[in-house]
T-cell receptor
Framework: AQTVTQSQPEMSVQEAETVTLSCTYDTSESDYYLFWYKQPPSRQMILVIRQEAYKQQNATENRFSVNFQKAAKSFSLKISDSQLGDAAMYFCAYRPYGGSQGNLIFGKGTKLSVKP | DAGVTQSPTHLIKTRGQQVTLRCSPKSGHDTVSWYQQALGQGPQFIFQYYEEEERQRGNFPDRFSGHQFPNYSSELNVNALLLGDSALYLC???????????FGSGTRLTVV
């Protein structure tokens, strides 16, 4: 069974600084998707960034970028120029590729605090 | 464009009771997935509905059931509520079950 592990329950970063959140996963599949979701106190899961495993290039969305190491099964999220609004729970998630395998498998999350 | 709408926002039920949660998917989406998020945990997949049928199910007992209507909206039913069912229930919609899931803000269920 696939699993997702986030080893950092909490992280803290100074405003305008850079922080990296870690995620590892376990799967025997070769094709899959990886995601980072942000969950602020409003509770809604917001997609931050998505990575297709067959793509070697790391995904980037504005201040958010990932370091995808397929062989190591590692998928870390880097937030640059951190802002107060980045404070939230961050979840790493995995989904198999193709067919009707629609379910996301989440890690336990990392609580990010941003200090002014 | 409305996103995913869930109702009610909060709910308090007594052990043994039954509850129904509702979800309206994002416009253009035809697939609805339900997740249970216990306090301090990541969401756990309950099931997914597509074309009014349960397409995939996670490791949840039969007390958890669902339905999808022709307009793609969905209901999650939980029978014989236990204290351990207290959680945030999230609905996510997508087109064809592909990536690009949009989540609602969830229903906070408290069982007392």
């Amino acid at each position: 069974a696939q699993t997702v592990t986030q080893s950092q329950p909490e992280m803290s970063v100074q405003e305008a600084e850079t922080v990296t959140l870690s995620c590892t996963y376990d799967t025997s599949e070769s094709d899959y998707y990886l995601f980072w979701y942000k969950q602020p106190p409003s509770r809604q899961m917001i997609l931050v960034i998505r990575q297709e495993a067959y793509k070697q290039q790391n995904a980037t969305e504005n201040r958010f970028s990932v370091n995808f190491q397929k062989a190591a099964k590692s998928f870390s999220l880097k937030i640059s120029d951190s802002q107060l609004g980045d404070a939230a729970m961050y979840f790493c998630a995995y989904r198999p590729y193709g067919g009707s395998q629609g379910n996301l498998i989440f890690g336990k999350g990392t609580k990010l605090s941003v200090k002014p | 464009d409305a996103g995913v709408t869930q109702s009610p926002t909060h709910l308090i039920k007594t052990r043994g009771q039954q509850v129904t949660l509702r979800c309206s998917p994002k416009s253009g989406h035809d697939t609805v997935s339900w997740y249970q998020q216990a306090l301090g945990q990541g969401p756990q997949f309950i099931f997914q509905y597509y074309e009014e049928e349960e397409r995939q199910r996670g490791n949840f007992p039969d007390r958890f059931s669902g339905h999808q209507f022709p307009n793609y909206s969905s209901e999650l039913n939980v029978n014989a509520l236990l204290l351990g069912d207290s959680a945030l229930y999230l609905c996510a919609s997508s087109y064809g079950g592909r990536y690009g899931y949009t989540f609602g803000s969830g229903t906070r269920l408290t069982v007392v």
